[in-house]
């Protein structure tokens, strides 16, 4: 590894702070200087904008994307003795909430152009106790929501959409999280729209998931002593809101950056016989939260090695399907395309101002990292 090569970090966030380092300043300044800071004004405000970027009737913040996948199950009326069909790709939240409100999660295989979940293999794990279905946007990409929705029709199913690595994508012109009965989002700092810390929100058009949403999310109240439910701690902080309204604005020129950063990586790696680009389905606007590709007739470890000798960072996501965790031992289900992906993808440096020469730079030290691992094999 070359000392003097800057080193390239999966994410590196610091750009963003320094365009926006005045304005966030002077939002946090009026936070600290107001006394408010807790479900004040500034977390109304974005609840607000962000209703309205997403197009739908309410936006209810909490204080993780986790938090929000638990009080959306809950606000529709999911609970123990309930089934709820998931993907086993994902990070570990997605199903934990599931578990967090006493539901099973049941896994069915994804689709291994997208990583997503497979509609096609839904209707084989209905059974008399499914009440819903919850499909992961991963990366960025969206999950194929028609034939969920057309099926949780017929079988009278919620579908509650994780958008936690996609916010502002879309599926067929429509945002990500506005179509199913509800959306929950995650704005950990990682996020295409991040905090300076843990943040989520749940998003909804129906009146009364949004209501028992609001009541959740402060320990089953809407007002002082008063209250209804057994609920939570999950407020949104206004420091964190504030934040978020600074950056809402830029968030679709972001998305745009990295689509066009996903242009170059497709151009640079096109020769590499071994590596496979995401694919992007007609249907969806992929705003690469991630870009994965599929290291294939190589070892994906030793690749990630090689890339971190030569000053690239790169993260795995995911070694491990949920299925296969320690948590869900008792789950003794066989998914040959999460179980191979596992195996084969690897998450290369992504952002919106990630230049072109990094990129070049990590498709330089791929095309050296598979010479040294052998003769490439042809892209599946």
Same mark, same amino acid.
């Given at each position: 590894?070359?000392?003097?090569?800057? +080193?390239?970090?999966?994410?590196?966030?610091?750009?963003?702070?320094?365009?926006?380092?005045?304005? *966030?300043?002077?939002?946090? $300044?009026?936070?600290?200087?107001?006394? +408010?800071?807790?479900?004040?004004? +500034?977390?109304?405000?974005f609840e607000s904008e962000i209703a309205e970027s997403?197009?739908?009737?309410?936006?209810?913040?909490?204080?993780?994307?986790?938090?929000?996948?638990?009080?959306?199950?809950?606000?529709?009326?999911? %609970?123990?003795?309930? !089934?709820?069909?998931?993907?086993?790709?994902?990070?570990?939240?997605?199903? !934990?909430?599931? =578990?967090?409100?006493?539901?099973?999660?049941?896994?069915?295989?994804?689709?291994?152009?997208?990583?997503?979940?497979?509609? $096609?293999?839904?209707?084989?794990?209905?059974?008399?106790?499914?009440?819903?279905?919850?499909?992961?946007?991963?990366? %960025?990409?969206?999950?194929?929501?028609?034939?969920?929705?057309?099926?949780?029709?017929?079988?009278?199913?919620?579908?509650?959409? /994780?958008?936690? +690595?996609?916010?502002?994508?879309?599926?067929?012109?429509?945002p990500l999280g506005s179509i199913g009965h509800a959306?929950?989002? =995650?704005?950990?700092?990682?996020?295409?729209?991040?905090?300076?810390? /843990?943040?989520?929100?749940?998003?909804?058009?129906? /009146?009364?998931?949004? !209501?028992?949403?609001?009541?959740?999310?402060?320990?089953?109240?809407?007002?002082?002593?008063? &209250?209804?439910?057994? %609920?939570? &701690?999950?407020?949104?902080?206004?420091?964190?809101?504030?934040?978020?309204?600074?950056?809402?604005?830029?968030?679709? $020129?972001?998305? =745009?950056?990295?689509?066009?950063?996903?242009?170059?990586?497709?151009?640079?790696?096109?020769?590499?016989?071994?590596?496979?680009? @995401?694919?992007?389905?007609?249907?969806?606007?992929?705003?690469?939260?991630?870009?994965?590709?599929? *290291?294939?007739?190589?070892?994906?470890?030793?690749?990630?090695?090689?890339?971190?000798?030569? %000053?690239?960072?790169? &993260?795995?996501?995911?070694?491990?399907?949920?299925?296969?965790?320690?948590?869900?031992?008792?789950?003794?289900?066989?998914l040959p395309v999460a179980e191979l992906a596992a195996?084969?993808?690897?998450?290369?440096?992504?952002?919106?101002?990630? @230049?072109?020469?990094?990129?070049?730079?990590?498709?330089?030290?791929?095309?050296?990292?598979?010479?040294?691992?052998? !003769?490439?094999?042809?892209?599946?």
């Amino acid at each position: 590894m070359n000392g003097f090569a800057p +080193q390239i970090p999966p994410l590196d966030l610091l750009p963003e702070i320094d365009l926006l380092w005045g304005e *966030i300043q002077s939002a946090v $300044s009026d936070v600290i200087r107001s006394g +408010q800071f807790v479900l004040g004004p +500034q977390v109304r405000a974005f609840e607000s904008e962000i209703a309205e970027s997403l197009s739908v009737k309410h936006a209810i913040a909490c204080n993780s994307g986790t938090d929000a996948l638990v009080l959306g199950l809950r606000a529709l009326g999911i %609970g123990p003795g309930d !089934e709820v069909i998931t993907t086993p790709f994902t990070f570990y939240a997605t199903a !934990e909430a599931i =578990s967090l409100v006493g539901a099973e999660p049941v896994f069915v295989d994804i689709e291994p152009r997208t990583f997503n979940i497979d509609p $096609s293999q839904i209707p084989a794990a209905l059974t008399p106790r499914t009440k819903a279905v919850v499909p992961v946007h991963l990366f %960025g990409h969206a999950a194929d929501l028609d034939p969920i929705l057309e099926l949780s029709r017929r079988h009278g199913l919620t579908v509650l959409e /994780d958008v936690a +690595q996609a916010f502002g994508g879309r599926y067929r012109g429509r945002p990500l999280g506005s179509i199913g009965h509800a959306g929950a989002f =995650s704005f950990y700092p990682t996020k295409n729209l991040g905090a300076f810390g /843990d943040a989520g929100l749940l998003a909804t058009n129906d /009146d009364h998931v949004a !209501e028992l949403a609001r009541k959740l999310r402060t320990h089953g109240s809407l007002r002082r002593d008063c &209250n209804e439910m057994i %609920g939570y &701690n999950s407020r949104l902080d206004e420091i964190q809101a504030a934040v978020l309204r600074v950056k809402l604005p830029h968030v679709e $020129s972001w998305n =745009s950056q990295r689509q066009t950063a996903a242009v170059t990586y497709r151009r640079l790696l096109a020769d590499i016989a071994g590596v496979v680009p @995401p694919l992007v389905e007609e249907y969806a606007d992929h705003v690469f939260n991630q870009f994965t590709v599929r *290291i294939i007739g190589r070892n994906r470890d030793a690749i990630q090695k090689a890339l971190a000798q030569a %000053g690239i960072g790169t &993260n795995v996501y995911y070694s491990v399907p949920v299925h296969r965790l320690p948590v869900y031992a008792d789950h003794q289900c066989h998914l040959p395309v999460a179980e191979l992906a596992a195996r084969e993808v690897l998450s290369l440096p992504m952002g919106p101002m990630l @230049p072109n020469a990094a990129i070049g730079r990590v498709a330089d030290a791929l095309r050296a990292a598979f010479a040294a691992n052998g !003769e490439a094999t042809v892209a599946a």
